[in-house]
């Protein structure tokens, strides 16, 4: 279907950047390309950036900021840069000269304007720069291999002549969830070469990382147009984890073959145009060297049964989550997750359930690409049940034409462009949807509330710190809308309120997770139940490459329900799609039949 990934047909620059979603392998793949680079006795360096960088996992190895050696690797270094870190040393630098001068409120008001995804990112890309312009480094090596590369939003941000002016500090707008770029002025040249060497295909290759699956798949090509604009067109696609073949008697192999050939055929246009290559679905776990090699010669390997004494430990299926919420007249629910592990459906389902109860719900999602109207399509809804949709897009519109129309006439040509680009954030789109929430929300008075998804502990907070100070949300002149000051309290309550986190089986949707609920609790939300999904471990599948994944997947179901959540269920990955009303109850019910004693695994002693 596609050609096999090989170094010697796709590697021909200094750098290369592995990106993609989370939990699509870009770790594993990149530290593969790593080691098969250093065997061919080429000199290489590899540097993850990734907050939730599992990369001393991968190796078996201990790192620091500082590139150390392999040493079951001749010739390849290593180091793993914490971008959480330099966030923090990011919000010092910016912070710093304010502490004692303002009042505390007021700081701890910037500290958390400075806590979003756009600060780690920025933080993220000071790191790698110091690398990338440093020739007593890059001389050093004849390639060096990034995990993960920067978004389209930040280079974007980095180009715009307006970044590095006074305009931040001279603002009285609110400030940016970067903060003031100005304070980075200092470091304007080393970050234009960076520039110029990210958009020189003679460099540098680009290669996105996909699932063979929809939502993968259009991540991926929204990155790919997105970078493309702005230089960046040396671009490869790797669809990571193909199975192979299957066995047409076992449901769940036939199932998981047809659905991942079913997305191929759906990959969109622009990204037909980017040249593909796949890596096989593989049963072992892509952690150490030997495994790496492993998987370059397409190695599928079916893992061998371990036998593992020691104590059960019992889990219950998403039944048991309809039967507490209903039990305790739970009000408002949300799904939170990372894009990909299925949340949206199991929104649904807990919705389904909670109908089938005699309860009144409305389920809402902010899925932009409405995933709500495709999974009740040609359905016919319980007069129970009313959906709707907060769409993003016009969510965010609303807000960047509120925020311009007040300050359009009081700002020059350049300082709307950055605030423009700025309103570009994944911060924005937090805000303005969460506004939405505030009325959705209000329904609960009259009918459970079942949302796919909420925002994160960090909008909470801003919003909470905006509300505290009386300033405005975010960067608006605006007031903060009485529903919205209200909402956040009612979050907070855990006897109206619960939060379900949704992850798979897997390191970087586990992890990543981890820091959502840890983001949570920040704003005084703690989730109450973890949904293990799409679980291998918890089917009955026959297939001997997926039963050797299922046991891959029992060190994270462990972790999740003994150190990350006193709450835990698991949802087998089914042989069918669960779309429409009746298939949603079938599920439900088949589900409660199959989970009674059957998902128990060992743990080890």
Same mark, same amino acid.
């Given at each position: 279907m596609f050609q096999s990934f090989d170094t010697k047909m796709i590697v021909n620059t200094k750098f290369l950047f592995f990106?993609?979603?989370?939990?699509?392998?870009?770790?594993?793949?990149?530290?593969?390309?790593?080691?098969?680079l250093a065997d061919e006795g080429?000199?290489?360096?590899?540097?993850?950036?990734?907050?939730?960088?599992?990369?001393?996992?991968?190796?078996?190895?201990?790192?620091t900021n500082t590139p150390m050696a392999i040493p079951s690797v001749p010739n390849l270094y290593a180091c793993n840069l914490d971008p959480e870190e330099a966030a923090r040393a990011y919000r010092d630098r910016i912070i710093g000269p304010s502490r004692g001068k303002l009042p505390d409120g007021v700081v701890a008001t910037m500290e958390e304007q400075l806590s979003g995804a756009c600060t780690v990112e920025i933080a993220a890309f000071d790191e790698f720069t110091n690398l990338l312009a440093d020739p007593l480094v890059v001389d050093v090596y004849e390639h060096i291999i990034f995990d993960t590369a920067p978004t389209g939003h930040t280079l974007r941000l980095l180009q715009l002549p307006t970044a590095w002016s006074g305009f931040l500090e001279e603002n009285t707008h609110g400030a940016s969830c970067l903060g003031p770029l100005s304070g980075l002025s200092g470091k304007k040249q080393i970050?234009?070469?960076?520039?110029?060497?990210?958009?020189?295909?003679?460099?540098?290759?680009?290669?996105?990382?996909?699932?063979?699956?929809?939502?993968?798949?259009?991540?991926?090509?929204?990155?790919?147009?997105?970078?493309? +604009?702005?230089?960046?067109?040396?671009?490869?696609? #790797? #669809?990571?984890?193909?199975?192979?073949?299957?066995?047409?008697?076992?449901?769940?192999?036939?199932?998981?073959?047809?659905?991942?050939?079913?997305?191929?055929?759906?990959?969109?246009?622009?990204?037909?145009?980017?040249?593909?290559?796949?890596?096989?679905?593989?049963?072992?776990?892509?952690?150490?060297?030997?495994?790496?090699?492993?998987?370059?010669?397409?190695?599928?390997?079916?893992?061998?049964?371990?036998?593992?004494?020691?104590?059960? #430990?019992?889990?219950p299926g998403l039944n048991k989550v309809i039967e507490d919420f209903s039990a305790n007249n739970t009000r408002v629910i949300f799904t939170m997750g990372k894009g990909g592990v299925g949340k949206t459906t199991l929104a649904?389902? #807990?919705?389904?359930?909670?109908?089938?109860?005699?309860?009144?719900?409305?389920?809402?999602?902010?899925?932009?690409?409405?995933?709500?109207?495709?999974?009740?399509?040609?359905? +016919?809804?319980?007069d129970q049940l009313s959906i709707s949709r907060i769409n993003p897009i016009v969510e965010v519109q609303a807000y960047k034409?509120?925020?311009?129309?007040?300050?359009?006439?009081?700002?020059?040509?350049?300082a709307l462009a950055y605030i423009e680009e700025d309103l570009n954030s994944p911060c924005t789109e937090e805000i303005a949807v969460f506004r939405a929430f505030a009325d959705v929300v209000a329904r609960s008075n009259d009918e459970i509330v079942v949302i796919d998804t909420a925002p994160t502990g960090h909008t909470l907070l801003l919003l909470d710190a905006a509300h505290s100070y009386h300033k405005e949300l975010a960067r608006s002149t605006g007031e903060i809308p009485e529903s919205v000051k209200m909402l956040l309290p009612r979050l907070r309550n855990t006897k109206e309120t619960s939060v379900v986190i949704v992850t798979l089986a897997e390191a970087t949707p586990v992890l990543e997770a981890s820091r959502l609920q840890d983001d949570l609790k920040r704003a005084e939300i703690t989730p109450k139940w973890w949904i293990i999904n799409q679980s291998l471990y918890a089917t009955e599948t026959k297939d001997p490459v997926l039963i050797g994944r299922a046991q891959a997947e029992v060190g994270w179901i462990q972790k999740v329900s003994t150190e990350l959540t006193e709450k835990c269920a698991i949802v087998p990955l089914m042989s069918e799609e669960n779309k429409g009303y009746d298939q949603l109850k079938k599920f439900i019910a088949n589900e409660a039949n199959l989970n009674k004693g059957r998902f128990s695994y060992f743990l080890n002693e």
């Open positions: 990106t993609g979603k989370g939990g699509v392998g870009k770790t594993s793949t990149a530290c593969a390309t790593a080691v098969t080429k000199k290489v360096l590899l540097v993850s950036t990734d907050p939730a960088s599992n990369l001393q996992d991968v190796l078996e190895v201990g790192l970050y234009s070469i960076t520039m110029d060497a990210l958009s020189d295909s003679t460099k540098t290759t680009l290669i996105l990382v996909a699932r063979p699956d929809e939502s993968s798949l259009l991540e991926a090509n929204r990155a790919s147009k997105e970078l493309k +604009e702005i230089g960046i067109s040396n671009q490869a696609l #790797i #669809i990571n984890g193909l199975l192979q073949s299957y066995l047409p008697e076992d449901k769940i192999s036939s199932s998981f073959y047809e659905r991942q050939r079913n997305a191929i055929k759906q990959i969109p246009n622009e990204l037909k145009q980017v040249v593909t290559y796949s890596l096989p679905f593989v049963s072992y776990s892509l952690t150490g060297v030997k495994n790496l090699r492993y998987l370059f010669k397409q190695y599928t390997m079916p893992a061998t049964q371990s036998d593992v004494e020691g104590e059960t #430990i019992s889990l649904s389902a #807990i919705a389904v359930g909670l109908i089938e109860k005699g309860l009144k719900v409305h389920l809402t999602t902010t899925d932009p690409a409405a995933h709500l109207e495709f999974i009740f399509q040609n359905s +016919e809804l319980n034409t509120e925020v311009l129309s007040k300050v359009r006439d009081e700002l020059g040509e350049e």
